[in-house]
């Protein structure tokens, strides 16, 4: 990248510490002029601050952009993915991948508007996060410059980023001279933490790591009911109150949050090749994961959710390595979505101690049909008989093998 | 089948008033010799009942069969799933599937023992399970017949059944005369229960459906920490103390049991083609999966793990529909039995009020490398600089991409 | 289905002496009125002659239907499964397998049209095709009868089904009294032979199987090259000048005729489990499949590309199996029209003696850059040093196995 | 790597200018010891002017190690990759990608023989092949190091290279002096073709490029038969001749380059991102391929020949992009060799002007079963009205898929 200097920045500003060292480390570094973007993903922090800070470091107010962008989050990249029912590695619901994308996305039509030539962020080069960021960047400009100061810079301690911020009057709060004992990610989606006190997966993670959650058994005695009513595989409604996608969400982080759902200690294999611990809270995630399954159980045809299966660990691996913005992700997006047509009723869950369970699901959708199932006389709706075929023909290769076995054997 | 009457049939025998007028029903509508096969699988019932009524039905004590086989459920059936963390459609382990080959196994090794030509099962024409034991026979002898006299007999009501057992002389329970509010299998992996009150699937399950594991409520008000140790892939040792596949499985169900953990309430797509609704309790089993994928997140390598990860749902709809002695699932399991070669090491959960967590794990087999993933200083390890090559070239088709779109938009 | 007898029939109706003797057997077998359905789908037969035995046969003429489906044939159901390059079991092109849906839709359209209760086809009880019609039926209409007097009536030798025909008035063409040496189905897309003489896959079939095809040792000494211009997936031109589907596909039998093109012997796994063999020719197919994957090669993201190459077998089965109208074959569907949204421009191919090989493509639309990988100076539009980051963060995974394995040998 | 120079390399040398010019650069360079290792992998060039070569270059004898690794490639590498099908992107038989794991396990044998610490290839910064050999080496020895000259010198021109060559007293070949009009790769399997002449995809192949099989022009006018016998899905015997498999190999290569058999014109998307043009001359694997394929169709089930198919693709993909020694590739193989078991029998071919076909296939191992599916009278071998019950088990969830549309309708 490097070769021509960039001329003008779009950086991914938090208003934090280290957003802010890169900020002027740009200014100085590169000579060059830097707008910052400074959105509002639900981590649950406050923005008036980044803008005064941004003036502080000397950026114009026209080059400050701060946005709410919680409900673009949750429509157009939370809710998708949930309609796959995506975890990676079996377990892990993919919070912060799921964000890296929608922030290169205004980075680059931020770049765009103000003509700048190159965007910035502040992930390290041992992550997943910098793929994420510049994957997607890549593929919405193929000409931008993507700036990673933790890969360019020498500031390689700590003892020397405060140095840097002090030269530079950085304010620095005084809870940031010391270091924190893990690092923090949050959005609307989750709060991830990892690092120092967390890098030995054989520990168990000290109480104060979790954030978002109470823990299980500081959670109500008594287990709580919820509905959440679907249309085409999207949440619209909690206890039958219509509501907005990040609006949603909110909510049931709060009912998860309350009681201590959705906590996940996991070693995970990043894209970059090495294996990480993270510890995950993912409230209202859990919930709403539990109640796209319980609301497909009855709505979804057996082959489409077999196929939806097949297809999810390649889905979400590519959301994970930061393939968002790629043909493969959008094909397979394509098939979840085709799939989701009828994906709509409302699911009972019941919370309890750290653990949402579908109790009950309806809907006008269902294909579950009591006339065939029932144990009692099914009026004709099945005829018994008609299994003896079905198994004879889906036999019938068997037995041509065994009786290939019997006749070698001789 | 039909054609030729069975001259000798093996019966999988329970014991219990539905398979007792099955005995009788073959001896009378094929006038043919029955020999009765029981097996413990961990249900918790009594063997010893199954012969004293064998014998009382005419059974000649020379053919009747009863076996403890949980030794060989776990060892070869049990564990080899577990390799895979199987679950169908997401949630099901697979609990009364993965019992049926065995069953058929034995059913059909004893007609060989014993000279029989056919073998029957109790299983009715609606279900799953007759194509498992149907299947698993016909790949094993595909010369042998199967009866399934469900399908065949015009004992359609509970009535007629009664009628046809006191004609019989077949003892009747007192508590078998009115209808079972629902229907249950078990066995050392899980019980299930379906039907009756349980068809809609809106409505919660009542208390009493779950029979083997106490209510999340009335689990203990403290976590109770448990230590798994795995050796390739499969549980050897509690808390350090080594044991048999079995006893493993047993003590986990023990465990899970007390703290309520392993309930499930699914609607699920059957092989026959309807949608069914069922409650199960996995106690042990939900405890081992947790714990190998705690184990495979330090010992196995993120290819294989996803490898594995992609292959899983075919590998479970294999064994859901039957097929566990068929070339397709065991090209799979040499798969996965191949991938488990270093899953070796302990795994540390805390079981509390439903759930079971990973919080540790450790193992001489571990891939995780402090030194690369640390925030620390990490001497070299790792240099960050590659990953600057690494996106560039995972990003160039996205940029080819990007261009072209750029290109045909002018 | 047998329960209540039909009242009125949709037959598929070819004309021939098969299809004659199932109109006259559903007549007097079930006393209902029959409506016929003869499709013209390229398989070379006139159809009027269908008609005239249609009446003759006591068919009211408003209950004739014949019908030119070539374009829709080809519209709708060969070139959306030409976009996914489908083939089932490695070779083929599944020219039977893709004309039987749109029978079963018209049928079901008709059946409505005319207030029939059921249709009926002249498949037997052996093969693929009665599924194909059946399920595709069924999809359309959960409550149609279907009718396969293959399954049900008692003609099982020919010397019964001439008898038949003779009591019952229907004229037997004179090359029919003798039984034919082999099967045959034809459609625009392709000509298959089984059975009889070609039982035997250690024998290679007699030259007087063929049909649809010169002899390659008989075809010109010449090669011929040719273009097929391709829109979003879809051939719409050869060597420049547009047509329609229907006619694109003749045209290409054409060209693949004259050169021996895509002559087939293949033993395949039948659905209904047993395996068999089948000639197949295929010659426009051939041509197109070839042509479409050069098109592909430039047009197409290589992620992209795997991900069809990955989902193609499952495609490809569900089609064959007779999963037209499922909602897995649509989600696959819309997967692969995604992907097919720059699948345009041009791909010149060499046709000689029994061979159609891509020789040149190129497109507006093309991914392929010169620039990039050139042996010459690329003027920095690739920057090799990029490589070794690549390599290195794709090997660390494997470093760390392999530092694992030695690490324990010690 | 770059850090610490290496001390002693062992360089994969050919003998030609490149690899002359290499080995001299890494003395001069690194002022190391160098070991070279020239293999005959089939690649019909003489080795022993290698080893006058090497010498003249001041190698000391005893670090020359010339090696014919024929029966080694072929038994270890191609015949395991052949029982899978494995194609690339649909039609590429990885020719080029199957030989590079095998140079790099000699190479970190080699060095670890003779006390290297390094591993040197003559593979471009742009291709594919630099991936392979390093991913494979750093597979097999974590701490080696791999030096890649042509991603770190500057003789980035053909002017530099002969100047740098004649300053070392390197031997240039007369017709080396001009540049070569496109770049060649071979060994037993394959000859590849690209660059220069070749980067204009749209341009058809000259003719002058195929070195490795005749024009199918000039081919014999008359088809020859061969027989192919394979146990386990290996190549054993041709027309009943046993043959060790690198003879077996060389043999069908004479077949196919007399008939013109295997050639390919391929655009394909290379792994660090960009796509390159290829033209690959593949006889005997050709012929080898669809023989295999023809004695799986009666060998193999359909559940195991569907399974290898779905999975193939992404066993082809890990090959080409150099992943041959990782735990998903041998997964992969465990499953796919699994499957060759009863993979034994004889298939006749035909070829013919650039084609190969199956015309016949035998074997003891055979799953065909004409009495299944014969047109003939099966002597109740299949019992046709199975066929009912299995379609309606099949249909069922399309049917109240319907049923559903259909109820939302009213």
Redesign the interface.
């Known amino acids: 990248?490097p070769?021509h200097a960039p001329k003008k920045v779009v950086l991914a500003y938090s208003g934090g510490l280290d957003t802010s060292i890169i900020l002027k480390w740009l200014q100085t570094e590169y000579g060059c002029e830097v707008v910052t973007f400074t959105a509002d993903l639900g981590q649950g922090e406050e923005l008036e601050p980044a803008r005064q800070k941004a003036e502080l470091l000397g950026i114009k107010p026209e080059n400050i952009y701060i946005e709410d962008v919680r409900e673009e989050f949750v429509r157009d990249f939370v809710f998708p993915m949930f309609r796959a029912?995506a975890v990676y590695?079996?377990?892990y619901l993919l919070g912060t991948s799921i964000a890296r994308p929608l922030i290169s996305k205004r980075l680059v039509e931020i770049a765009h508007e103000t003509g700048a030539d190159a965007v910035a962020h502040g992930a390290?080069?041992?992550g997943n996060d910098?793929?994420r960021f510049?994957?997607a960047a890549?593929?919405?400009?193929?000409d931008i410059k993507v700036i990673?100061p933790?890969?360019e810079w020498d500031l390689?301690?700590r003892t020397k980023l405060l140095a840097f911020a002090e030269e530079n009057q950085i304010p620095i709060a005084k809870d940031k001279r010391g270091e924190a004992p893990f690092?923090v990610d949050a959005n609307l989606l989750h709060t991830s933490s990892e690092?120092?006190v967390l890098?030995?997966?054989?520990?168990?993670?000290p109480d104060y790591v979790f954030q978002r959650t109470v823990h299980?058994?500081d959670a109500p005695?008594e287990?709580e009911f919820l509905e959440v009513t679907f249309e085409q595989g999207d949440a619209v409604a909690i206890n039958g109150e219509a509501m907005s996608p990040a609006t949603i969400l909110t909510e049931l982080n709060e009912y998860g949050r309350r009681h201590g759902i959705g906590?996940?200690?996991?070693?995970?294999?990043?894209f970059?090749?090495?294996?990480?611990?993270g510890i995950y809270e993912t409230p209202g995630g859990t919930i709403l994961l539990e109640a796209h399954?319980g609301i497909e159980?009855?709505t979804l045809?057996?082959?489409?959710?077999?196929?939806?299966?097949?297809?999810?660990?390649?889905y979400a691996?590519l959301i994970y390595n930061?393939?968002w913005?790629?043909?493969?992700r959008?094909?397979?997006q394509?098939?979840?979505?085709?799939?989701q047509t009828?994906v709509t009723g409302t699911v009972?869950l019941?919370l309890?101690?750290?653990?949402a369970?579908?109790?009950?699901?309806?809907s006008?959708?269902?294909?579950?049909?009591?006339a065939?199932?029932?144990?009692e006389?099914d009026a004709?709706a099945?005829?018994?008989?008609?299994?003896?075929?079905?198994?004879?023909?889906?036999?019938?290769?068997?037995?041509?093998?065994?009786?290939?076995d019997?006749r070698?054997k001789r």
């Open positions: 990248m070769a029912n590695e079996g377990l390290t080069g041992k910098q793929v510049e994957l890549y593929a919405l400009d193929p990673a933790w890969r390689t301690s690092s690092g120092k890098e030995d997966p054989a520990e168990e993670a299980p058994e005695n287990p906590r996940l200690d996991l070693v995970e294999g990043r970059v090749g090495m294996k990480s611990r399954r159980q009855i045809d057996r082959g489409a959710a077999h196929l939806k299966d097949e297809i999810m660990p390649k691996e930061g393939f913005f790629s043909p493969e959008e094909m397979l394509a098939l979840i979505d085709r799939s009828h009972r019941k309890y101690k750290g653990l369970r579908t109790v009950g699901r309806w006008e959708h269902s294909l579950y049909s009591e065939h199932v029932t144990f006389d004709g099945y005829d018994q008989k008609d299994a003896a075929g079905f198994i004879q023909l889906n036999a019938l290769r068997l037995k041509l093998l065994a009786a290939r019997r070698l």
